[in-house]
C-alpha cells in the first residue's frame, strides 16, 4: 500500500513539474501582475488621502488670509494651491475665494485670471460653471461683452441655466439688445424656482421691460385689489 501511495504522490509531483516547466513563468508573471496592482491601488489611495489632507492645510491657509483681506497672500497661497494639487477641490473652492478677494480689492486683472484658470481646470463642471459665471460678471463691469458671452456659453453645469439665462440677458441689455435681453429673463423666470428669492429680481428686470411675468402681475393685481377694499 504504501509503495502504491508512493508511486501516487511521485506521479502527481511529476504531473506538477510538466506544469509549472510549460507555464511557470505566465503564472509567475501572473502573480507579480497581481500584487503589483493591489500594491498600485493602496499607494493610490494612500497618496489620494496625502494629497487631500495636504490640499485642506493650505486651503485653510488661504481662507484665513481672505478673511484678514490680505490679498497679497491670497493670491501667493493660491498659487502654490493649484501648482501643487491642482486636481483637488480644495484648488477649485480655493481659486473662487481668492478671485473674491481679489475682486473686492479692486485688482481685477488678478481675479479674471483667476477664475479663467478654474474655468478651465476644475475638475467638477459645477466649479466651472460658478467660474464662467463670475467671470462674465467682471467682463461685463469692464464692457467686455462678446468675451462674457462666450464665458456663458461654456457654463453648462445641469441647475445653473436659470442664472446663466439671468447673466446672459444682464450683459444684452448692456449691448443695448432688450428685446433679446428680455427673452433671456424670461427663461431664467421661468426656470427658477418661485421658492428662491432671487427670483423676484428677475421679475424686477422683465417689469422693467415692461415683460413682467403673467403671475406675478396677477399677483400685483390681487393686492392691490386688497389694499383698496381694505
Given at each position: 500500500?504504501?509503495?502504491?501511495?508512493?508511486?501516487?504522490?511521485?506521479?502527481?509531483?511529476?504531473?506538477?513539474?510538466q506544469f509549472w516547466k510549460r507555464h511557470g513563468n505566465l503564472a509567475t508573471w501572473l502573480l507579480i501582475a497581481a500584487l503589483v496592482a493591489y500594491s498600485g491601488w493602496t499607494g493610490w489611495n494612500w497618496w489620494?488621502?496625502?494629497?487631500?489632507?495636504?490640499?485642506?492645510?493650505?486651503?485653510d491657509e488661504l481662507d484665513k488670509a481672505a478673511q484678514a483681506a490680505d490679498v497679497d497672500k491670497v493670491a501667493r497661497v493660491f498659487g502654490d494651491l493649484k501648482a501643487r494639487y491642482p486636481k483637488t477641490a480644495f484648488a477649485q473652492q480655493g481659486g473662487l475665494l481668492a478671485a473674491k478677494v481679489q475682486a473686492e480689492k479692486g485688482r481685477t486683472d488678478a481675479a479674471q485670471a483667476t477664475l479663467d484658470w478654474v474655468g478651465t481646470n476644475?475638475?467638477?463642471?459645477?466649479?466651472?460653471?460658478?467660474?464662467?459665471?463670475r467671470l462674465a460678471g467682471l467682463l461685463l463691469d469692464n464692457k467686455k461683452y462678446d468675451e462674457a458671452l462666450k464665458q456663458l456659453d461654456a457654463a453648462s453645469a445641469a441647475g445653473f441655466e436659470p442664472l446663466v439665462a439671468d447673466r446672459r440677458?444682464?450683459?444684452?441689455?448692456?449691448?443695448?439688445?432688450?428685446?433679446?435681453?428680455?427673452?433671456?429673463y424670461t427663461k431664467a423666470w421661468q426656470g427658477m424656482d418661485?421658492?428662491?428669492?432671487?427670483r423676484r429680481l428677475i421679475e424686477a428686470k422683465l417689469a422693467a421691460l415692461g415683460a413682467a411675468p403673467l403671475t406675478a402681475t396677477v399677483a400685483a393685481d390681487a393686492a392691490a385689489d386688497t389694499g383698496a377694499v381694505k
Open positions: 500500500m504504501a509503495t502504491h501511495l508512493d508511486l501516487e504522490e511521485q506521479e502527481q509531483l511529476d504531473a506538477v513539474k489620494q488621502r496625502e494629497q487631500a489632507t495636504q490640499a485642506s492645510a493650505m486651503f476644475a475638475t467638477e463642471t459645477e466649479y466651472r460653471t460658478i467660474a464662467r459665471l440677458g444682464d450683459v444684452l441689455m448692456a449691448q443695448g439688445k432688450p428685446d433679446d435681453a428680455k427673452a433671456s418661485a421658492r428662491i428669492e432671487y
